[in-house]
């Protein structure tokens, strides 16, 4: 049988210093678990920011309770080492000590797809540090619906049908698939509100899948602040999906992201190296990185390091820019996010303290 399940599960088990990166021993320890199990093809560790990421290959299909208690014990142990070495925020999004069967709702954050493999399979790991799971919205549109984007839309037969996005409605827990170009009005009105509407998947026509997202919202989850969700996601490449070059176009603009400092700001989405992965300015900018591989009979043959490439500097240097003119504007909307989208607020306690000083208007 040649197909084949991609797993990224990831978790902020403790930050280096702050919220920046992760500490070197925690990779270690997540790299040597999973060479001792036996129910892997392959697998890749790495962070982005202060998220670690373990990118795994195997036989199980999605939502293996194997596979997501392998990658629970992985950060239940690292978080005991991120204890011993206090760094911060140590299990920060480990939200249970029990085990359920699922990691999905208990943390972590989750993108997984099993496909039938190619004969040549390039895949692309997108992983980001201080924005949400809304960020894909922009970049998978350009990537899947449009044509100034994705020129194959237009001139490859194998891609000009388009594709059907499948969106999570975040707020009432449920989700429709909308169809492109046919549909691309409707798709726009509801993922122009990343917040609420978050694209989960994208299919091509034919059923197969091209890309998915982790879409949990970890406030929703534990039911206050525990950090923005860090979103992952998995984008297949070339012979009738789009090309790498093409999933990685829209990445040449730094389009506007919730989170930042606090969760609580929109900031440029900045593509960097891997040696890059680590938020600095502000606790930022939000970052993201592109891990490519090939896939060869269960093997994940790589990573290169995607932008890790003159060719995004210009991006680089343009999110600067936009984040020094966004920064000057402080605590004030757009700089801050509208109030219902903060991670942390004194709202509540400042209108309690002026209550009685508030006067009607005549
Ligand atoms: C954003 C993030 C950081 C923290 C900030 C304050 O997702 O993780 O920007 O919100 O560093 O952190 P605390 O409240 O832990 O001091
Ligand atoms: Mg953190
Ligand atoms: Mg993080």
Known sequence: MSKITLSVIKADVGGFPGHASVHPSIVQIANKELKKQKIL?????????????????????????QIHR?????????TER???????????????TAFSGNVRGMGPGVAEMEFEQRKSDPVIVFMADKTEAGAWNFPLYKIFADPFNTAGLVIDPK??????F???????????????PEESYDLLALIGAPSRYIIRSVY????????????????????????KDDPVCIVRAQSGFPALGEVL???????????????????????????????????????????????ADGKLIGPTDLFNDPAFDLARQRANEEADYIRRMGPFEPSRLPSEEMEYTSLPSVLKKLKNRFKKMS
């Open 41 to 65: 093809e392959d697998f890749h560790v790495t962070h982005c920011g202060d998220d670690l990421e373990l990118i795994m290959t195997h036989r199980k299909g999605v939502n293996d309770r």
């Open 70 to 78: 392998l990658a629970w014990n992985i950060f239940t142990k690292c």
């Open 82 to 96: 991120a204890k011993k070495l206090k760094l911060y925020g140590a299990g920060q999004d480990i939200l249970s």
């Open 159 to 164: 891609l000009h049908h388009g594709f059907g």
């Open 166 to 180: 499948e969106v999570l409605d975040a707020i009432e827990n449920k989700s429709v698939v909308l169809n492109t």
């Open 204 to 227: 091509r026509k034919d059923k197969e899948i091209a890309a998915v997202s982790s879409t949990q919202k970890l406030s929703m989850m534990a039911g206050h602040y525990v950090g």
């Open 249 to 295: 176009e829209p990445f040449a603009f730094p389009f506007m992201v919730s989170g930042w400092m606090r969760g609580s700001h929109h900031g440029p989405f900045m593509p960097v190296s891997f040696e890059d992965a680590r938020c600095t300015r502000f606790d930022g900018p939000p970052r993201v990185i592109a891990a490519g591989f090939q896939i």
